[in-house]
């Protein structure tokens, strides 16, 4: 089941990193750290939250900071009253991907409430790509046409912005000591993988209705890049019932591995059939750059400070269950990995494997009070505490809390690049978002940093460019 890589410049193929037990990989989400730290208190078998998941009206998950910035205060951009009708606004960033003939665009349409006085108490956003595919106008329109009903049934959804009108009633009949706090629904769209054979985009859904915090879910939306056509699970092999059993089998194989049972409620789950009804439930699941990656929303398998636990099967992997060839990906190598799990990997192109493990733990420091402290282990050496001064500051800085990967920074050298991808902002509204910080292993076994790209590098629309210029 493993592929080993060796000689850099071979097929894709021959590139996959796998992990040395066989599991595949999670993505962990540094939004949902910040839940970690702030909702931890909340029940295994519930939510805290006045409203529950069925408060989610096609929403989309922002971070919680983000969305407490935005909501329940003055905003003087807004001039639109209580008695007026929503509005909507639409902002447009286009992205070739690589060297293929696809455009995608995204846009974002805004609808919010406010007061009199300006205060928001109902935001509501959905961030959605438009496709256009050079040479393929049909298969783009197709596509372009499923994403817009999934839109407009999101758009017709007023179920939290109802719930908005009777907090906001309540409040002005009332006298209150409490400032006003603004509910939001939100759907957003990330695209996870995009080539000749398959695009494919997650969407997550959100909403805030009071409570200890909001909701949110998660689904896969996967497309023919040649036809414009849904991609069905069956449609991923030409045995379909023994493709699902291949793939049950890898993920209760990857439950049983620690990193999953610390977040799972049970391990009872693996074999009694939850597990199976998560995973294999309609659209929960998408094709990334990295593998087949089966999601498990929060209370699903695990609780909310658990966030949305993914399951990921390498290509390499699939290749042995029967996936069809039509859905291969064989464009730049990128592959997620999994904390406190190792990976087998020729990084420096010297013909000679390297393992590489990764993880953070909690430190405790005289006066009682803990620091996260980031691990690097690249051939048996800590390479946060055995490199150079300014790539262990770097490490320190950039790789607590963030999520690893492989990545193919320039496919023409014989490198393959470790990247950290974390979220971060600072007092400039205009900068938060995800950051990815690449690092290379040399020839002479020593780590250097080489930069950073703003987005995450798991997202095919993000350019690299830039980087790479920098570093000639």
């Known amino acids: 089941m493993q592929t080993r890589m060796t000689n850099r410049r071979d097929t894709v193929d021959k590139h996959q ?21 702030c909702c931890t208190a909340c029940g295994a078998n519930g939510s805290d939250s006045d409203s529950g998941t069925n408060d989610i009206e096609d929403g989309a998950q922002q971070p919680d900071d983000a969305t407490d910035s935005t909501l329940g205060q ?11 009708a929503d509005s909507a606004t639409t902002n447009d960033t286009s992205v070739s991907i690589g060297k293929s003939n696809i455009d995608i665009q995204m846009q974002t ?27 393929n106008a049909e298969a783009a329109n197709k596509i372009n046409s499923d994403i817009r ?5 999101f758009n017709a959804n007023n179920g939290v912005e109802d719930m908005a009108e009777e907090m906001l009633q309540y409040f002005e009949e009332e006298d209150n000591d409490y400032p006003l706090i603004g ?3 939100g759907l957003t769209y990330k695209t996870v993988r995009a080539d000749s054979n398959v695009i494919s985009f997650t969407l997550t859904y959100d909403s805030f209705s009071g409570g200890a915090h909001g909701n949110y879910t998660m689904l896969g939306a996967n497309y023919s890049a040649k036809t414009g056509d849904l991609i069905s699970f069956s449609d991923l092999s030409d045995d379909p019932a023994a493709f699902r059993e291949d793939t049950l089998s890898y993920n209760q194989k990857l439950a049983e ?48 400070a658990a966030g949305i636990i993914e399951f990921a099967i390498p290509y390499s992997d699939l290749a042995d ?31 000679e494997e390297d393992t590489i493990l990764s993880y953070s733990e909690d430190v405790a420091n005289e006066d009682g009070t803990y620091d996260p402290r980031p691990h690097l282990i690249i051939n048996d050496t800590d390479m946060s505490v055995d490199s150079a001064a300014e790539t262990q500051e770097s490490l320190w800085h950039y790789a607590v809390w963030a999520e690893p990967a492989l990545y193919d920074l320039n496919p023409d050298d014989s490198y393959i690049e470790l990247v950290f991808v974390s979220w971060e902002s600072d007092s400039e509204e205009e900068t938060a978002g995800y950051y990815s910080h690449f690092y290379r292993y040399t020839e002479d076994h020593t780590l250097v940093y080489l930069g950073s790209v703003k987005g995450d590098i798991n997202d095919p629309t993000v350019d690299v460019t830039l980087l790479l210029s920098d570093m000639q």
């Open 321 to 351: 269950m029967g996936f069809k060839e039509s859905y291969t990906y064989s464009d730049r190598f990128v592959m997620k990995m999994q904390p406190h799990e190792t990976y087998t990997a020729d990084l420096n192109g010297d013909g």
């Open 149 to 153: 009903s999934r839109v407009d049934s």
């Open 183 to 185: 509910y939001s629904a």
């Open 17 to 37: 990193a796998v992990p040395k037990n066989g599991t595949a990989k999670i993505a962990v989400c540094t939004l949902l750290l910040y839940a970690v730290m």
């Open 74 to 84: 003055s905003d003087e951009n807004t001039d639109q009253s209580n008695d007026e």
């Open 257 to 304: 591995t620690e990193s999953y049972a610390e977040r799972m409620f049970s391990a009872d789950d693996i074999t009694n059939g939850t597990l199976e009804s998560v995973l294999y439930a309609d659209n929960a699941w998408y094709l990334s750059t990295s593998g087949l990656v089966f999601i498990s929303d929060p209370y699903a398998l695990g609780s909310y």
């Open 109 to 135: 349409e805004e609808n919010n409430k406010s007061t009199e006085d300006g205060t928001v108490y109902f935001y509501k956003s959905a961030i959605y790509p438009v496709i256009t595919m050079e040479g």
